[in-house]
């Protein structure tokens, strides 16, 4: 079985030279169908050998330690800790080598960190999410003015395969009326089309922060990715930041 993972991916943004980060893809490691073949989540029904062996490849070829959350779609966010799986959907780390990590199959990952290269972080921003504040959460735990931060958006499902329901919509203008504009008609009536990759840069905007980076790569179109929208029994890839040793 193959363990070459050679189509991650390096988010493309101007963090600090101390400052790593990787997305995972299907490619590499040793789950089987439908979890083929670098599945890292161990909450959906793959081999539990095979999730080990894929999470023991990732730490060994990035050379840092994931720290893994039990994720719920809230606000929680957590100081990255190796060895604890918490319940919290985002962590933030000052410490060379533990790298914050979120698992997706269509949800937003978020990975942020400081221009000075200090601090990092990533949040798992569904759609529940976003609106129930993990962004702006994950932001005071950082602790960092808004305006030396840096953010990337990873692959999460695009605009144009993302139907969701009028309480959606009406989730997001109660806080934000700008979010009006992520908001398009869908072919189903009484229903929309939402464009997360908007909505997270609408709710970092409300927050002063504009260096955000990334988007664009929807997961329901791009084989690459697990997509829960394409498959409900899927695997999950990860989003990692973390700083140098």
Known sequence: MS??????????????????????????????????????????????????????YLQQTLGCRPVWM???????????????????DASWSDR???????????????LLCD?????????????????GGVLEATLQALAVPADELLVWLGPAIGPGAFEVGPEVREAFLAQHAACAEAFGPSRNAGRFMADLYRLARIRLAARGVSAVYGGGLCTFGDPR???????????????????ER
């Open 3 to 56: 363990a070459r993972a050679d189509d991650w991916l390096v988010p493309d943004w101007p963090a600090p030279a101390g400052v790593r980060a990787c997305v995972t893809t299907r490619s590499g490691g040793v789950s089987v169908a439908p979890f083929d073949r670098f599945n890292l989540g161990d909450h959906v029904g793959d081999e539990p050998t095979a999730v080990a062996w894929n999470r023991r």
């Open 70 to 88: 039990s994720q719920v779609h809230s606000s929680v966010v957590i100081e990255a800790e190796p060895g604890i799986c918490a319940v919290a």
């Open 115 to 131: 221009r000075a290269g200090t601090r990092v972080a990533a949040a798992h921003a569904g759609w529940r999410g976003l609106a």
């Open 96 to 110: 060379p080598g533990e790298a914050c990590a979120v698992l997706t199959a269509d949800c937003l990952p978020v």
């Open 225 to 243: 990715f697990y997509s829960y929208r394409r498959a409900p029994r899927t695997g999950r890839f990860a989003s990692l930041v973390w700083l």
